[in-house]
């Protein structure tokens, strides 16, 4: 089991470039989710998905696009880079949302905007 | 979800038990107590999670107090690969409440040879 992989794991944007971070996981999990982390900050959420088919809003969701294209894979969107969205993005998968199953974190992907 | 508060940093022997302090002196009867750590520039790593009782599995022991306004996570034998930021988290745990972990600012913990 490679359990939740990320692509790529570093990018350098210029300002109002596009990207798209990818996720997937082999764990059959239900749940995923995205988040990014700040220098000397803990993680916060960005957008997750419940299950297949449904997404939501987590706390700091403006300048992101989500999709959960199957059950395995989830990726984030952003669609015009601004320098404020330097950070490291992790994703993460738990058998279910709510909190009843621990989340599995991949390695993150480390996010550059000039 | 209720605040928690733990000191930034602590340092801890090779080989003796580190003892990692959490409050959490607004939590809800049905708010559970995780731990999570995150070695350096890795993603973070589930640890050990409980509601009211003690918990212990392979990784670490969780004793919560009997008023539940605090806990504290015990690695019984630290290495040096125990280095690591350690976040407590208080939260619901129910299919119907969200899927959001808060993550604060966490125990920078350093185990010394």
């Known amino acids: 089991n490679a359990g939740v992989t990320q692509t790529p794991k570093f990018q350098v944007l210029k300002t109002g470039q596009s990207m798209t971070l990818q996720c997937a996981q082999d764990m059959n999990h239900n749940s995923m989710y995205w988040y990014r982390q700040d220098p000397g900050m803990g993680l916060r959420l960005i957008y997750y998905s419940a299950s297949e088919g449904t997404t939501d809003k987590g706390e700091v969701p403006n300048g992101y696009n989500v999709s959960r294209l199957n059950k395995r894979e989830f990726s984030l969107r952003l669609e015009s880079a601004a320098p404020s969205q330097t950070s490291v993005y992790f994703c993460a998968s738990s058998e279910v949302g709510g909190g009843l199953y621990e989340q599995y974190f991949g390695p993150g992907t480390r996010l550059t905007v000039t | 979800d209720a605040k928690t508060t733990q000191p930034p940093s602590m340092d801890c022997a090779e080989g003796r038990a580190a003892n990692l302090p959490c409050n959490h002196s607004?939590?809800?009867?049905?708010?559970?107590v995780y731990w999570y750590r995150q070695i350096h520039s890795q993603g973070p790593q589930y640890i050990i999670h409980?509601?009211?009782n003690n918990e212990t599995n392979e990784m670490a022991s969780l004793i919560i107090t009997e008023d539940r306004k605090s806990s504290t996570l015990i690695l019984p034998h630290a290495t040096l690969r125990d280095t690591a930021v350690y976040y407590c988290i208080v939260r619901v745990a129910s299919e119907t409440s969200g899927s959001r972990l808060t993550f604060g600012e966490g125990t920078q913990l350093t185990v010394n040879p």
């Open positions: 409980g509601l009211k």
């Open positions: 607004t939590i809800s009867g049905n708010e559970y």
